[in-house]
């Protein structure tokens, strides 16, 4: 059994008009995207993808904890926080 893969999505919402939404999941629908680098796996949908495209993914570990950090180009503008963008 493969271990799950982080699935990166993007909504309406937040504090700049969308957001970045992840989750752990084993499993995917056949219209997702896959992306595997060095043994990890990323799900994309297809409509998260536009917003995406050009993104760069990082996990971060430090003293507040550990999470995904989003660098992306698209992005016209930021939340503080770094988990709402607008294009």
Known sequence: ???AACCASVSG????????????DDSHHADDL???HLGSRVIVDEVSLEL?????????????GSYFAVK???????????SSFAV
Do not use: W
């Open 1 to 3: 059994m493969r271990a």
């Open 13 to 24: 919402g937040g504090c700049s008009g969308f957001q970045y939404g992840f989750t752990l």
């Open 34 to 36: 896959v992306f595997e």
């Open 52 to 64: 995406l495209k050009g993104a760069e993914l990082d996990y971060v570990e430090d003293l507040i």
């Open 72 to 82: 992306n180009p698209n992005a016209t503008s930021t939340c503080g926080c770094g």
